[in-house]
């Protein structure tokens, strides 16, 4: 008598759970679930970075990483367009308890989201076609672009409908004035934020 094949059941993973083990093993890239897809954004260069830096500085000057904001690099958003969508946008000011929203796998509830940042890499037309529409859908109320491949910064506001209302875009040489819901009136020079390859 031989014995029969026993077969253990395969269980897929969940997006959420391929997300996180992709986050784990890609170390240094940004990982998300836009769209009900998984995206994977390789590490940004130096200018990235410096452009993000530059941008923080105003912000903090401003008061806006106290106690009723805080500036943050990297902190998740959860969509609410998908069952596991998050975003995890470059720079965020958002309220100073965020810890309280904290939803799963290093995301939190949008409400606590005053303003996205993101600046451009490998991943722009993520950032310029696709993100619009999901941080509107979560009512991010501002959307920053540092657009680094078109040299221009865009400001996203009154999110509807899953759409930003008002488009406001900038050019080197111009300045511009964030609106006073993320906790302060900054006012950011284009030349200051968009740091593009020498």
Do not use: C
């Not at 990483?65 to 998908?82: E, F, N, S």
């Amino acid at each position: 008598m031989s014995a029969a094949a026993v077969e253990e059941p395969f269980e897929q993973m969940t997006l959420l759970e391929t997300a996180e083990l992709l986050s784990k093993r890609l170390v240094g890239h940004r990982v998300e679930i836009l769209g009900g897809q998984i995206t994977v954004t390789p590490t940004a260069d130096g200018q990235h970075g410096d452009s993000l830096t530059s941008m923080s500085v105003p912000f903090i000057a401003a008061g806006l990483h106290g106690k009723a904001t805080r500036v943050i690099q990297g902190i998740g958003l959860w969509l609410p367009d998908g069952p596991s969508d998050y975003a995890v946008p470059d720079m965020s000011i958002v309220d100073a308890d965020y810890a309280d929203h904290f939803i799963e796998l290093n995301n939190y509830d949008p409400v606590i989201f005053r303003l996205v940042a993101e600046v451009t890499s490998s991943n722009y037309l993520t950032d310029l076609k696709l993100k619009p529409a999901l941080y509107a859908g979560a009512g991010v109320p501002v959307y920053l672009i540092v657009d680094r491949k078109n040299l221009k910064v865009m400001v996203l506001t009154e999110p509807r409908d899953g759409e930003y209302r008002v488009h406001a875009v900038y050019h080197p040489g111009q300045s511009f004035t964030l609106p006073e819901s993320i906790g302060a009136a900054v006012t950011l020079s284009v030349d200051d934020v968009l740091i593009t390859k020498k």
